[in-house]
């Protein structure tokens, strides 16, 4: 469910997003005038409290976004967290699934054995990001919107495998971990590089690109909480 839930979220978000690079209309948050905005004499005394319950909720929303946006900013936060959200709680099932394989609570394994079947997990993804950086990242730019989809699709495989690894058996264990961290490490090359693009396009026109990459950031820690 989670699976499909993540990979739904992108079709629907990375496809809707406006790219190529145009910005249409446009939200600015301004200070506390617009939030307070309330024709405080059609309301009763509790629509009245209920009003400024929404509204310090709202203050406290506008800390986790940037101060200005193009139109195109929001849908793409809300489908985007969305899909943190569930590749997080994946990931939490993906780790329990490593540990026990790897012997955690088990006192016929060494930490030795361990570390090295985690050395070689890591070495194998660093390699293919090598690889992958090296072929591909001229390429990304030219289309971003499919290489954001390729990337969480991939990211998915890659999870995946790792929750199922324990069917595998110990023989196979090594093979499937080491796959899945190559298609992680895939995965973190296109985001990590679509990304830069689309969080310029979302602060070329008002010069913030800085603040909005940073807000983002926090919206992520917010949702891994």
């Not at 079709?11 to 190529?20: A, D, E, W």
């Not at 976004?65 to 936060?77: E, F, K, R, T, V």
């Not at 490593?98 to 088990?106: H, I, T, Y």
């Amino acid at each position: 469910l989670l699976l499909l839930l993540g990979m739904g979220s992108y079709v629907t978000n990375v496809y809707g997003l406006s790219l190529p690079f145009r910005v249409g209309s446009t939200r600015v948050l301004p200070g506390s005038e617009w939030i307070e905005e309330v024709d405080r004499s059609s309301l009763a005394s509790n629509d009245i409290q209920d009003a400024m319950s929404k509204t310090r909720s709202l203050r406290s929303l506008n800390k986790l976004l940037p101060s200005a946006y193009p139109s195109d900013y929001i849908p793409y936060q809300v489908w985007n967290n969305i899909q943190d959200a569930c590749s997080f709680i994946r990931n939490i099932f993906s780790l329990t699934s490593l540990f026990k394989l790897l012997g955690v609570g088990d006192p016929a394994e060494t930490a030795l054995n361990a570390s090295i079947v985690w050395i070689l997990r890591d070495g194998a993804g660093m390699l293919a990001g090598l690889l992958f950086a090296a072929s591909s990242s001229s390429k990304i730019n030219q289309n971003v919107k499919s290489w954001r989809f390729f990337a969480d699709l991939i990211n998915n495989i890659g999870i995946t495998l790792e929750v199922i690894a324990p069917l595998f058996g110990k023989r196979l264990f090594l093979l499937v971990i080491s796959i899945s961290s190559i298609f992680k490490a895939l995965c973190g090359h296109a985001a990590g590089s679509s990304n830069a693009a689309i969080i310029s396009h979302f602060g070329e026109q008002f010069g913030n690109t800085a603040e909005i990459s940073g807000k983002n950031n926090a919206q992520h820690t917010c949702i891994s909480l």
